[in-house]
């Protein structure tokens, strides 16, 4: 080997050293892979320069300088050095040279944890589950929870451990691989997340098991959404649940991509957004639905990240689309800048808050309508969903305020079904495991939804019916094992639990044609599992609560003419269970309606309830403005004001109603709330009184004081371009404030003077009053984001929201121009930007007690 003498070694590391402070990389690689070369190059100048080359974009360098320094120095810490090699390699998608870089820093020291760690991470991407458990498990031996360094490795290993072997379905041994993390730390909020809903899975009761160092309440505000759906009947719970899943893993709303006035297009572009689209519930439900669109009115689009699981129903879903658009391989803001780029006008986000989700995509507000449908049956509690697709018995209007979406209700209900779902030929009861003469109750709904309370229903049923047997989906031995012990400590022969294995689409379906009564589950209710049932001919029981997933079954049933089997008590849903069992001529005649209503009933009339749904999306899809001037003799109303109002407020006051317009839009959804019109021109008063309950002609700021206290039960103000034209809309805030009775909340549009066309006319001299838009002669105050801020809080109010509506762009010179300007006056230039681009704001804001 070559070697340098020390003097000159130094100078040359001295030289490295003053390249890299400068971040001159060139110079700096140069001469890092110099002393590399010769063995001079000492660990920590290493990983600095690295460190650079690969935030700088630089990584095969890194590697070149990693691999150079392995071969040219002798150390005791080259472990970490292959290690170091190993990540990046990784990173660049080199698997096997990765892989051999881990396995070389472990022969140099074997209880190197993080090596142990990444490795099994790199093998359980290549599928090699066996030796990834084995590493961690290795980890959890070398490393001791009682010492502070090696408690967040060992952690670690438990975590994936129990998370692997959930994915494997291995649930006993994962569920205790997180029990013991929480023993040695339990604020993980996370791992207790995952350990609840395992205990669901495998029907262990109760699921708040105890767990030293963690309370009840720990437990519950550790429940999933979706675990919270059958864990609770309170719709407050399932809210709670929601916002506590957005306020940790939702990206808060950006400057939407949509423009907020929509597109003008001849026919309306439904973009439907799913990892589903392949064999899975949502499909099995919504095939016919993408098919039976009528293309004279809408356009098709899918923006997918399905797996591509050649199943004959993925390549219907796929065929049956106007335009298939694959982004799994797109980061979210990309896949939300691809839909934008497509205009579309609706946009139906299939997933809700279920496995797979990616809700950062409507963060960035790609279409200027979105609403959630049927893959999470409750609130999704995200920010920038619109509506929810409901009909009015799943989500009555006093259910509504426990949902941050607007119910957009279908007549019918709210569940599309597939017609072309084929039902095989139906097989013995001896084919299937089950005793020829029994009565048969069934339920085939997934394990997680079969609480304690529902079973022990179910066992007092099957004491009540002699020789009646229960018919069940379990898919884990555990599950078996835990309800059959069930059974027996309630006294049921566990013999009496029959044990359903999977089968194909066709052949699923047929077995429901031998069973004789299905029992549903509550508080989480079948939904496919449920259309499945009814679909096959068999009568399906429910007992409907007080959430969206507790009342599901039901408006099934009534849709399909069924009504008798909706009860709504859990004494109720025993009584008519055992009566059914009892009296086989009484469920005759309902199975024989059920038969004879198949193709008629509105659950399986498919073609109906896509034009109710077609009728629904024309009526909320955003219509553009030709112009910025809004006459109020006309039928636009401000969507963005209207989105930000909850559904079935008591009574709302609009200050400058118009004509009403958007008095109307609420009532629509919201037909038993009191909507009162203050408005200063009769000419509009008049019109308005077509739409709002009371019409108050004058001036809002010279309201007689008993007249105003009159107003003082509304508990949402709202002022859609209405603030700006008053003497003192301080003084009058504060009145409202101080009159209100409860609650109150203000809505409000207001233009902002900062937008970059004023700043254009003011720096230019072309300054003049118009007739409309942002310099309407009829404006008296002018607003700022700031100085709205200050106001409302200058007045008692804490601003909840604020969204921004755009129209037009600037040119790039004018952004140049007003970054410029922020600059010289100190300010912040991003900011000064991003406020220049705003046409309006709207804000809600809250009354403080």
């Known amino acids: 080997m070559t070697t340098i003498s020390e003097p000159t070694q130094q100078a040359q590391l001295q030289a490295f050293t003053v390249a890299l402070h400068r971040n001159d990389l060139a110079l700096s690689t140069e001469l890092a892979r110099s ?202 719970q399932q809210l709670a649940a929601a916002r506590r899943f957005v306020a940790e893993k939702v990206m808060p709303p950006t400057a ?89 006008d609706i946009l139906v986000d299939l997933h809700g808050l279920t496995l797979g989700t990616r809700p950062d995509i ?58 072309q779902r084929a039902i095989g030929p139906r097989p013995s009861r001896a084919a299937c495991g089950l005793p020829e003469d029994a009565f048969v109750f069934c339920s085939f709904n997934n394990n997680f939804k079969i609480t304690e309370d529902v079973f022990a229903s179910w066992m007092r049923i099957l004491q009540q019916v002699p020789g009646s047997v229960l018919w069940l989906v379990a898919d884990h031995e555990s599950v078996r094992g835990n309800l059959t012990a069930s059974a027996a400590a309630q006294g049921v022969d566990p013999a009496r639990l029959y044990f359903a294995g999977r089968v194909g689409p066709a052949e699923y379906l047929a077995r429901y044609q031998v069973a004789d009564l299905f029992l549903d589950t509550a508080p989480f209710n079948a939904g496919t599992t449920a259309s499945d049932a009814l679909w096959a001919g068999l009568p399906l029981l429910t007992c409907a609560g007080r959430t969206f997933s507790a009342r599901m079954a039901g408006s099934l049933l009534l849709a399909a003419g069924l009504p008798e089997l909706v009860t709504h008590t859990p004494q109720d849903y025993e009584a008519t269970a055992v009566a059914l069992a009892r009296e086989p001529a009484r469920l005759a005649v309902l199975k024989q309606r059920l038969a004879d209503n198949r193709l008629s009933c509105p659950l399986f009339d498919s073609p109906r309830f896509v034009r109710d749904l077609e009728t629904l999306f024309e009526r909320i899809a955003v219509q553009p403005i030709e112009d910025m001037k809004q006459t109020a003799l006309n039928n636009i109303h401000n969507v963005d004001v209207l989105r930000m109002m909850r559904p079935n407020l008591k009574r709302v006051v609009e200050v400058g109603s118009s004509s009403g317009a958007l008095a109307l839009a609420y009532r629509q959804s919201s037909p038993d709330s009191e909507y009162v019109g203050i408005e200063i021109v009769k000419e509009y008063a008049d019109a308005s009184r077509q739409h709002c309950t009371e019409v108050i002609l004058g001036n809002v700021e010279h309201i007689p004081d008993e007249q105003f206290k009159g107003l003082a039960s509304g508990d949402c103000w709202v002022f ?64 700022t984001r700031v100085s709205i801020l200050h106001m409302f809080q200058s007045c008692g109010y804490q601003v909840t929201e604020m969204t921004v509506r755009r129209f037009h762009q600037p040119a790039e010179a004018t952004i140049a121009a007003i970054r410029q300007m922020a600059e010289a006056g100190g300010a912040d230039a991003d900011q000064a930007v991003e406020d220049a681009m705003v046409f309006q704001y709207v804000v809600k804001a809250v009354a403080l007690a």
Not at 278 to 292: G, K, M, N, W
Not at 328 to 337: F, L, Q, W
Not at 391 to 401: G, M
Request: a negative charge; one cysteine or more.
């Open 362 to 419: 409507l963060s960035w507000r790609p279409a200027p309508v979105q609403l959630t449908y049927l893959g999470f049956p409750g609130p999704t509690a995200l920010p920038c969903i619109d509506y929810v697709l409901a009909d009015e018995f799943v989500l009555p209007p006093e259910l509504a305020p426990y949902f941050t979406e607007k119910p957009l209700y279908l007549p019918h209900t709210f569940q599309i079904n597939d017609r």
């Open 256 to 344: 939407p991509l949509a423009p907020a006035n929509g597109y003008a297009h001849k026919r309306l572009r439904i973009g439907y957004l799913s990892s589903d689209l392949q064999a899975h519930a949502v499909s099995i439900l919504t095939a016919e639905l993408y098919e039976l669109h009528d293309r004279s009115k809408v356009e098709v689009y899918a923006f997918s990240w399905s797996n591509e699981d050649g199943t004959p129903l993925r390549a219907r879903v796929v065929k049956a689309m106007d335009h298939y658009i694959r982004i799994g391989a797109m980061s979210d803001e990309e896949a939300a800048r691809c839909i934008r780029s497509h205009e579309i």
């Open 720 to 783: 859609a371009d209405a603030l700006e034209h008053l003497y003192d809309p301080w003084k009058l805030l504060k009145r409202i404030r101080l009159n209100a009775e409860g609650p109150l909340e203000i809505i409000a549009c207001i233009p902002n003077i900062q937008h970059w066309a004023i700043q254009s006319c003011i720096n230019s001299g072309n300054f003049l009053y118009q007739d409309s838009g942002l310099l309407d002669r009829t404006h008296i105050r002018w607003f």
């Open 35 to 236: 002393l590399a070369a010769r063995g001079a190059l000492p660990i920590a100048e290493l990983f600095a320069i690295t460190q650079q080359l690969t935030q700088a974009g630089q990584p095969a360098q890194s590697i070149v300088l990693f691999r150079q320094w392995l071969e040219h120095t002798q150390s005791p810490v080259a472990y970490a050095v292959l290690f170091n090699l190993a990540v990046t390699l990784s990173n660049e998608k080199d698997e096997a040279g990765a892989e051999a870089a881990y396995r070389r820093a472990l022969e140099l020291k074997p209880t190197f944890l993080e090596g142990h760690l990444n490795l099994g991470t790199l093998l359980e991407r290549k599928g090699e589950v066996v030796e990834a458990l084995s590493l961690w498990n290795q980890v959890t031996v070398l490393a001791s929870p009682a010492v502070e360094a090696d408690r967040p490795f060992y952690l670690q290993a438990l975590n994936n451990m129990g998370r692997l072997l959930e994915i494997k379905k291995q649930f006993p041994e994962a569920e205790d691989m997180l029990a013991r993390s929480l023993k040695v730390d339990p604020h993980q909020g996370k791992v207790l997340t995952h350990w609840i809903h395992l205990r669901q899975k495998q029907c262990k009761w109760p699921v708040y098991a105890e767990l030293d160092g963690v309370s009840r309440q720990d437990m519950i505000d550790n429940t999933s959404a979706l675990a919270m759906l059958s864990a609770s009947g309170d719709p407050a």
